[in-house]
């Protein structure tokens, strides 16, 4: 019989090199893992998540819409209510490039703002299990999901890693 995933392995360290060492391990072992960080950093994201954002072609193709979007307001309410002033066009460029650029930067914003959260999983409705509030002050955590059997090798690799403590919770 296979048991599912139940557990979380918790392990915390002191020293951002263990804790990166540790998720190359369960990397490589294939588990199912998090990490926490106080503090942001380029080597944690360069091993946790090596391949570029896609919240970047989100903005894009938002703010690309918003200056359609914006160009094609302004050129259609001037068509739909022609005011001709001197001998220029009804459909000046000039005029709508305001209209573009606002509109550009509203949905370009608006866009990235929601791929962030949607990315992120923000807001975290769930309770994670393995979360310590000292990874949000001094320490970094290292949270890998196994099944019942799978225990014992976590927590070996973990404190192989250089853990200071290795804690087993049930996931949620």
């Not at 391990?25 to 588990?31: E, L, M, T």
């Not at 099944?147 to 290795?166: F, H, I, N, P, W």
Request: with cysteine; proline share 5%.
């Amino acid at each position: 019989m296979v048991e599912s995933t139940s557990r979380a392995v918790v392990g915390v360290f002191t020293f951002m090199d263990d804790a990166l060492n540790a998720v190359k391990d369960v990397k490589a072992a294939n588990f199912d893992w998090r990490m926490y960080s106080p503090v942001p950093r380029h080597e944690i994201e360069e091993v946790t998540y090596p391949q570029k954002s896609p919240v970047r072609l989100v903005s894009f193709t938002c703010a690309l819409t918003g200056c359609i979007c914006g160009w094609a307001l302004a050129i259609l309410c001037s068509l739909d209510w022609p005011l001709r002033t001197s001998a220029k066009n009804i459909a000046s460029i000039p005029a709508f490039f305001v209209p573009g650029y606002e509109w550009t930067i509203l949905f370009g914003g608006l866009g990235t703002l929601g791929a962030i959260f949607a990315f992120c999983k923000i807001p975290s409705v769930v309770r994670t299990a393995g979360y310590d509030p000292r990874f949000s002050h001094d320490k970094f955590g290292v949270v890998v999901a196994c099944s019942g059997t799978q225990v014992e090798d976590v927590k070996r690799r973990l404190k192989a890693a250089g853990a200071d403590e290795v804690d087993v919770q049930e996931s949620l």
